[in-house]
T-cell receptor, first 113, second 113 residues
């Protein structure tokens, strides 16, 4: 079974703080994704990576950056957290980019005060 | 521009009856479609998929129907069970090429005993 783990389930940060969200997958998947989920908006893609050190912007990359130094690990960075980044953050991985199912972690509920 | 739309934010069904969740899309390049199920405080889990060469795919109590001419897909759950209460997301992707999944807004299904 694919396992995708996220470093924190719940996180509370202050406005202006730098925030790191980490994601690890154990199935040697090439592709990894970061989404945020907000009520009424579904899952929106922030960034994705199809290889180590490779990254592509998703639909809402503003205010975020990512890092993928190892195949199994994909980090999402909020350089200066703002209240509008309060959300559920979901990491996923897959074998093939598009056309195959993505496997999701349990999510991190981030609150920025 | 919402390329994948789930126009019903919520649906309530009696236990044992059929649940029908609908999804519309606008991009004619999409040719692979997936349904995900999400419980609160958990990540989405893959449920069932269909490619455009088919118009129906069945897996136990779950059946997905695809109408390419109408750019419409639906998920049927029969019989509905209380454990089916969750948020359901449809997602779409072109099968070829380096593309990402595009998700709908989600439909919250409640199964009443």
């Amino acid at each position: 079974d694919v396992k995708v783990t996220q470093s924190s389930r719940y996180l509370v940060k202050r406005t202006g703080e730098k925030v790191f969200l980490e994601c690890v997958q154990d199935m040697d998947h090439e592709n990894m994704f970061w989404y945020r989920q907000d009520p009424g908006l579904g899952l929106r893609l922030i960034y994705f990576s199809y290889d180590v050190k490779m990254k592509e912007k998703g639909d809402i990359p503003e205010g975020y950056s990512v890092s993928r130094e190892k195949k199994e690990r994909f980090s999402l960075i909020l350089e200066s957290a703002s209240t509008n980044q309060t959300s559920m953050y979901l990491c996923a991985s897959s074998l093939v980019l598009g056309g195959y199912e993505q496997y999701f972690g349990p999510g991190t509920r981030l609150t920025v005060t | 521009d919402q390329q994948v739309k789930q126009n019903s934010p919520s649906l309530s069904v009696q236990e044992g009856r059929i649940s029908i969740l609908n999804c519309d899309y606008t991009n004619s390049m999409f040719d692979y479609f997936l349904w995900y199920k999400k419980y609160p405080a958990e990540g989405p889990t893959f449920l069932i998929s269909i490619s455009s060469i088919k118009d129906k795919n069945e897996d136990g109590r779950f059946t997905v129907f695809l109408n390419k001419s109408a750019k419409h897909l639906s998920l049927h759950i029969v019989p509905s069970q209380p454990g089916d209460s969750a948020v359901y997301f449809c997602a779409a992707s072109p099968l070829q090429g380096a593309q990402k999944l595009v998700f709908g807004q989600g439909t919250r299904l409640t199964i009443n005993p």
